[in-house]
């Protein structure tokens, strides 16, 4: 049995997990520090040791938010991760601190997809999108059994795909894609600037100083807030007709979402974003279903390890 | 080398070319006729004969306007083909008529993609997505170097694919598609629904009493008519938003457009599409180039022989 560490590499925390196999034997997680490629390096050592050391890992695999060239093991950018500047060669600088030979880097929602699709939701499907939903909105493809990369390595960006030609703005300076509707940060940004205009939400308050989190989202949806409801169903319509379309285009057999805000609004949320697929269907026939991911927010650490064994 | 008849089955002419190799030697076309099957059937021999016959070729292939099951040679449907009902076993019946062995059916629009794909404006380009802008607007996908065919052989609706959630009905019955703006039927319907409702244009003039065909669509452009200008615009906005789309979920390498209406609008339609792909990217470092096909309306034939030697 193969003995891996994976490690998810987030802007907020960095997780760990030691895979025997398929089997995941422990998990583990430490704050993200600032401070830079040599900081997150320390972080990932202290992570491993926490886990047992590397002792016993033939591989570790590390995935990272952002572009990375699998094969140099070099980050090529990462925004979200502190003061990362251009081509970090994490591969090496890890694979130095803890004397280990095989650091494979991976894109960290491209490993949770792996991990979905290897051991999670969509175990067994051939034609596969994953739909990550939470600050901005990922995602990564199968099909016919294959992950998909793309020309550049940068396909699965079903959170900036149109859906609204013209619409809303999104974080990344385009407009009307599924995350402008769907993701965290754009739902919040929109719910602040109605706010400031005189709608009235709980939203604000509940969020107080801090971000406006996945969980605050679900308590002013519980509580029954009406700016919630309408920002929600309004998600749910981006993410119907985003993936629809990627249905049409892919003829796809399964879609998984996860992500913290799919997460934490839980499968009713999963649920609404099924029929709204289902109303814009392109083609009656279709066999897709969309379901919840599997492995919570542990899949880009399994991802990461699954990726470091082939 | 294997010489093989390549037949573009559509609802108004049936197309053929004779193909040796990579070779298009002959090419000859009949009015489709009505009656069903059997008249079918007897167009497709008289058009096998005018290339003269089946003594030399290795292979007949058959594009067909609908949904084929490949592999048992039967159309499974094929609403724009007069008086075909479900399940026409055409491989079987084209093979008794003309006392070939090997016939074999393909979808229309998936060999054209081939053709581009191997011969045409694709050739060398691993990720290709091929739109068809005419009545409807279909397409197909190259990832990888291979044609992809999703769960149940029906990817490549790009034309399906939403661009404005909730906006202009569509030919399926759905809306906010990129047909919906930019197929000619849909624009036809708008441009006849504007006219009734009294804005003037001189393409239902143009028209008469027959189809808006797509050369009314050029002809009303060069003369400067604001309505299709507006209608034009609309469509190349459609068609700008839904390609974005597939390059930020698939990063293509390569979008060809071809088909009747980019036919007649030719190289200024495409490079305007090119225009509303870029400035709708998600990376700008995308290496996507949008072209002109290369094949023109036998595409579909060369295709249809290209699938049947393989």
């Known amino acids: 049995v193969i ?4 490690v998810d590499l987030g802007g907020t925390k960095v997780q ?86 095989r650091v494979v880097l991976s894109n960290d929602v491209g490993a949770a ?3 979905e699709h290897h051991l999670g939701a969509a175990k067994g499907s051939d034609d596969v999108l994953t739909v990550f939903v939470g600050t901005g909105v990922g995602g990564g493809l199968v099909l016919g059994g294959h992950a998909v990369h793309g020309a550049t ?17 999104c974080g990344c300076g385009k407009s009307g894609h599924v995350e402008s509707y769907a993701g965290r940060a754009c739902i919040e940004r929109e719910a602040r600037r109605r706010h400031a205009a005189g709608e009235p939400t709980t939203l604000v ?14 308590k002013a949806l519980a509580e029954g807030d009406a700016m919630t409801i309408e920002l929600l169903d309004e998600a749910v319509r981006a993410l119907g007709a985003g993936i629809a379309s990627a249905v049409a285009l892919l003829d796809l057999s ?9 997460d934490k609004l839980g499968p009713a949320f999963v649920a609404r974003i099924e029929e709204a697929v289902r109303s814009r269907l392109f083609l009656a026939t279709s066999p897709v279903r969309v379901v919840a991911a599997a492995l919570g927010d542990l899949s880009g650490a399994i991802g990461a390890a699954l990726v470091a064994t082939t």
Chains 1, 2 share one sequence.
């Open 153 to 169: 390595g940068a396909a699965g960006e079903i959170g900036h795909t149109v859906v609204v030609d013209g619409g809303r703005p």
């Open 205 to 218: 308050e509940l969020a107080g100083d801090g971000r406006m989190k996945s969980g605050v989202l679900a």
């Open 16 to 101: 760990g997990v030691v895979l025997h196999g398929t089997e995941v034997k422990q998990d583990e997680r430490v704050e993200t520090p600032p401070g830079g490629p040599d900081a997150i390096v320390r972080a990932i050592v202290e992570l491993v040791d926490s886990l047992g050391g590397t002792k016993h890992a033939d591989a570790i695999g590390i995935g990272v938010p952002g572009a990375v060239d699998h094969h140099a093991g070099v980050v090529r950018r990462a925004p979200n991760l502190p003061d990362f500047g251009e081509d970090v060669p994490l591969a090496s600088l890890v694979a130095d601190a803890l004397k280990v030979e």
């Open 3 to 6: 003995r891996v560490v994976g």
């Open 113 to 115: 997809t792996v991990a």
């Open 254 to 262: 399964l879609v998984v979402v996860g992500g913290g805000v799919a």
